[in-house]
């Protein structure tokens, strides 16, 4: 358990990856830094009105150039403070390391999923403290007020997402709104654990994180979907899909939205590189953009 | 004297669940000897359907929930193709058992390791594996330091054995959660040589970890916590709706079936229409009582005298059942040992063996130069019903469309049948009942109640967290509406 419960590998996944996470030397060495500090941000992650599904895809993580997963990044990477699905700490106890950490500096706040306000906030009580249950927009402006930074994670955090579609029942607004300041936003319906990851080694070396118009990292949402797409016509020189399960084709005129959707799917793919949506023959929906899910349809019939 | 305590939050679940226990001791022995399981749980995902393009169903439902999507989404394309009177070709129905399947298996590995292990040993010294409830576990009181240290190591390798169980599911589902490949009529994807090398790849390494760590780290617990074959019982009632049938929803050769086993009785034939939900408890009008389904009103009543829960209390001819892995189980009659907190584990696992062995079925009868897939036109009007098996027991989905959008949709998930409230009878839910008689050593540790309800596998993200009816008056609107259950 010793070499498990050391933050060496982290290190050695950075150094692995360096090309991949846009991490210089220099960014290795201050990751290094912080990690020896005893005072290296802490995790505190705190879950609003989602499916979890956020938490799902951050424990998918994998990196091709080192042999790291999401076991590793809770024994090497972060001390993750609070989170609902994974602490071994239950009920008050559990609330109370919550409490304890957000009235300290030195953290750093994952979001998942949105702030309901609807019914005064009743909507969402993550938990009681004392005895008093806590509404989650209290939880979230709390733990986000003495913040290092805030991530959102997931389009429901980000944007609201399928929490706030339709007439929005639960009254769910985007984390951002709910604390009244910018975060740093990590769409996706999943999100990437990569882009997870990613954020999380941008803020423990420090560095500036430049975000689009939607708080989201450049570095990951600068490209659409479609103009990286293998299928896209201006590279494959064929003709649109006209039908539900060809491969090959571009699924335009099926009603896929990479062409409105800033993700790196096409390259990253899912799941260690198992297939993603459109080589699944499965539209791009544009689970990324501040858009989803629309009012707008996720499949369009040609005949 | 009797004592209650209140557990908030009950971590390690999917969403969120408050749990409060009445604590006595009886015969010389301090036990749980009443049970709240109130869940007020709102979400309103059934009115964020509504008026939506039928064919979009599948996409949002998985959407309820990230841990389980693949079984929402079957469930909601269920019901889209029979409102639409859709068939599949059997490919489709074959890459929908992988994939499913695969969702089965991860979730498992999940719940047994990260969920409900934490609740017998205790874990190194750093977040998130401390601070922890100790009592009664522990190298000093249960587990040696060997057993505790294999454990721990297990729990690092099954994180990484889920996650390729989720790739699984992402090569013909697209990715996970929530893949995009699911479509009425069928599987978007295409069966291609690579994939199924990939899939016999991925799947050999999970039967192995099946075989060799989770079936014997079960054993491993079950032989130090011996007495947790006698605790969590509860009513004995056992419900599966069936899963992975063939084509037809034939479920003569599907590993998971249908049925319905009244305590110490044979299974007999699911007979939906004996399912109504009780209102005695719940936050509504009494005048809905004992409704179908199908028939489902929804008109909220609050206050309520006695009432505890926003959760209704669905039966099976009168009687509260247990829904989830062991239920289904018994029913196939794979397992026969017994109800128990320990039994739910065993089942459990040998379920997700079983199921590996069908997916090497499936994945041999697949025909990579037949369709995967039915054009079909997208319903106008029509009403389907959609019942399926999820990780954690039988999911129901209930949809009508008119003028080609979604006019009505009402899901009954597992955890509702499992953390149901007291009924008409006022007999409790399944997970209060089963938490009745489970000994509690430390009353400001009662790690003893988390290892009955961690047991039932709870999942309340499809509606998600805690609404006080005292801040929230306005839900009684919403619910008129018939948004949610």
Redesign the interface.
């Known amino acids: 358990?010793t070499q498990?419960?050391t933050r060496r590998s982290f290190l050695t996944y950075c150094t692995a990856s360096a090309a991949v996470l846009g991490l210089g030397p220099f960014d290795l060495f201050k990751i290094r830094t912080a990690l020896a500090n005893p005072a290296a941000p802490?995790v505190v992650w705190i879950?609003?009105?989602?499916?979890?599904?956020?938490?799902?895809?951050f424990?998918?993580?994998?990196s091709a150039a080192a042999p790291i997963?999401?076991?590793a990044v809770?024994?090497d990477t972060i001390?993750?403070?609070?989170?609902?699905?994974?602490?071994?700490?239950?009920?008050?106890?559990?609330?109370g390391?919550v409490t304890k950490t957000i009235n300290e500096d030195n953290y750093v706040l994952i979001v998942e999923?949105g702030a309901?306000t609807?019914?005064?906030?009743?909507?969402?009580?993550?938990?009681?403290v004392n005895?008093v249950?806590v509404t989650?927009q209290q939880a979230v402006v709390s733990a986000a007020a003495r913040a290092t930074k805030v991530i959102c994670v997931g389009t429901c955090a980000c944007f609201g997402g399928?929490?706030a579609?339709?007439?929005n029942?639960?009254g769910v607004k985007p984390i951002s709104t709910a604390i009244g300041e910018p975060t740093i936003n990590i769409s996706g319906?999943?999100p990437h654990p990569d882009a997870i990851v990613w954020a999380i080694a941008q803020l423990l070396a420090g560095n500036p994180i430049d975000l689009d118009g939607d708080g989201r990292p450049k570095a990951i949402y600068g490209k659409t979907v479609h103009n990286e797409c293998p299928r896209n016509r201006t590279k494959t020189g064929k003709d649109w899909a006209n039908?539900?399960?060809v491969?090959n084709l571009c699924l335009e005129l099926l009603g896929c939205r990479g062409p409105d959707t800033s993700a790196p799917c096409p390259t990253w793919q899912?799941?260690?590189k198992?297939?993603?949506?459109?080589?699944?023959?499965?539209?791009?929906?544009g689970?990324t953009e501040k858009t989803f899910?629309g009012?707008y349809?996720?499949?369009r019939?040609i005949? | 004297m009797a004592t209650t305590i209140t557990i908030d939050p009950v971590t390690r679940i999917e969403g969120h669940l408050k749990v409060s226990i009445s604590v006595d001791t009886v015969n010389g022995v301090q036990q749980i000897v009443d049970a709240w399981v109130g869940g007020t749980l709102f979400r309103g995902f059934e009115r964020i359907l509504l008026q939506r393009h039928p064919w979009d169903a599948q996409h949002v439902c998985q959407r309820i929930c990230g841990v389980c999507p693949v079984s929402q989404g079957t469930a909601a394309l269920l019901a889209m193709e029979q409102a639409g009177n859709v068939q599949p070709p059997p490919n489709g129905i074959l890459l929908r058992n992988l994939i499913g399947a695969a969702n089965f298996v991860d979730s498992h590995i999940l719940s047994f390791y990260h969920l409900a292990i934490p609740d017998f040993i205790n874990g190194p010294a750093m977040p998130p594996f401390q601070p922890a409830w100790t009592a009664d576990k522990g190298t000093n009181k249960r587990a040696d330091k060997t057993t505790t240290d294999a454990l721990v190591k297990s729990y690092l390798a099954a994180m990484d054995i889920r996650r390729k169980a989720q790739s699984l599911g992402a090569i013909f589902g697209g990715r996970m959660p929530h893949p995009s490949a699911l479509i009425p009529g069928g599987i978007t994807t295409s069966v291609r040589p690579d994939r199924i090398k990939n899939f016999k790849q991925l799947l050999a390494e999970i039967q192995t970890f099946i075989d060799s760590v989770y079936l014997p780290d079960v054993d491993k617990l079950g032989k130090i916590f011996a007495d947790y074959f006698d605790i969590g019982k509860g009513h004995g009632h056992l419900l599966a709706y069936g899963a992975f049938g063939s084509v037809d929803n034939d479920f003569s050769d599907a590993p998971l079936t249908p049925g319905f086993k009244k305590a110490d009785s044979n299974t007999v034939a699911l007979n939906t229409r004996a399912i109504a939900e009780h209102v005695t408890y719940s936050w509504y009008d009494d005048a809905t009582q004992n409704l179908k389904p199908t028939d489902g009103e929804t008109t909220a009543k609050y206050p309520k005298d006695n009432a505890y829960s926003w959760l209704k209390a669905p039966r099976y001819d009168g009687r509260p059942c247990e829904v989830g892995p062991l239920a289904r189980m018994m029913i196939t009659g794979d397992y026969t040992r017994g109800i128990s907190v320990m039994d739910r584990h065993s089942a459990r696992a040998q379920e997700a063996k079983k199921l590996t062995n069908s997916m090497v079925d499936w994945l041999a009868a697949l025909d990579a130069t037949a369709p995967n897939y039915t054009e079909s036109a997208v319903p106008v009007s029509g009403r389907g019903e959609g019942l399926t098996e999820a990780p954690r027991g039988a999911l129901g989905h209930w949809v009508a469309v008119e003028n080609t959008k979604i006019s009505r949709y009402q899901v009954v998930t597992p955890t509702c049948w499992n953390a149901s409230p007291r009924d008409v009878s006022g007999l409790r839910g399944p997970m209060e009942e089963a938490l009745i008689g489970a000994p509690i050593s430390d009353m400001t540790q009662p790690v003893e109640a988390l290892r009955v309800i961690h047991s039932f596998d709870p999942c309340t993200a499809c509606a998600v967290h805690v609404m006080r009816p005292e801040r929230s008056e306005a839900v009684a609107v919403l619910y008129d509406a018939g948004i949610n259950r």
Not at chain 1, 47 to 57: K, L, N, V
Not at chain 1, 79 to 95: C, K, N, R, Y
Not at chain 1, 118 to 128: E, Q, R, T, V
């Open positions: 358990m498990g419960l802490k879950q609003g009105a989602g499916c979890s599904g956020c938490s799902i895809s424990l998918n993580l994998v997963n999401a076991a809770l024994t001390d993750l403070i609070f989170h609902p699905t994974l602490m071994w700490a239950s009920g008050e106890q559990a609330s390391i999923g309901p609807a019914f005064d906030g009743g909507a969402c009580l993550p938990w009681s005895g249950e989650f399928m929490s579609a339709g007439e029942p639960g319906c999943p039908a539900v399960g491969d899912w799941n260690d198992a297939n993603w949506c459109v080589d699944a023959n499965g539209n791009c929906i689970c899910p009012p349809k996720f499949h019939t005949s």
